[in-house]
Nanobody, 122 residues
Framework: QVQLVESGGGLVQAGGSLRLSCAAS????????MGWYRQAPGKQRDLVAA???????NYADSVKGRFTISRDNAKNTVYLQMNSLKPEDTAVYYC????????????????WGQGTQVTVSS
């Protein structure tokens, strides 16, 4: 089993910044893609940003130029630096990872974190 633990959410004024962290632990052989999703009340969960182990990144159009995803592969951790935050960024942010476990290195398992609330006030 693998656990994803997020931190760094909170309340911030519009224009402010927050940095989210997500650390993976457990029987990890390797981690492929790690990413962040968000879900606002009454809406579906959408991709915010993702990064492969090779450093290829992908962003939702709504956050390009404001958010930056990065990884520390040695620490099995992914970060999301969020700048110029807007009220519409308010949501629960979830970490997601595709993990190969030690018990079956050729199989990818997908894991979710518990979510962290980000609230941006106007």
């Amino acid at each position: 089993q693998v656990q994803l633990v997020e931190s760094g959410g909170g309340l911030v004024q519009a224009g402010g910044s927050l940095r989210l962290s997500c650390a993976a632990s457990g029987s990890i052989f390797s981690i492929n893609t790690m990413g962040w999703y968000r879900q606002a009340p009454g809406k579906q969960r959408d991709l915010v940003a993702a990064a492969t182990s090779a450093g290829i990144t992908n962003y939702a159009d709504s956050v390009k130029g404001r958010f930056t995803i990065s990884r520390d592969n040695a620490k099995n951790t992914v970060y999301l630096q969020m700048n110029s935050l807007k009220p519409e960024d308010t949501a629960v942010y979830y970490c997601n990872a595709d993990v190969s476990e030690s018990r079956s290195p050729l199989v990818n398992y997908n894991y979710w974190g518990q979510g962290t609330q980000v609230t941006v006030s106007s």
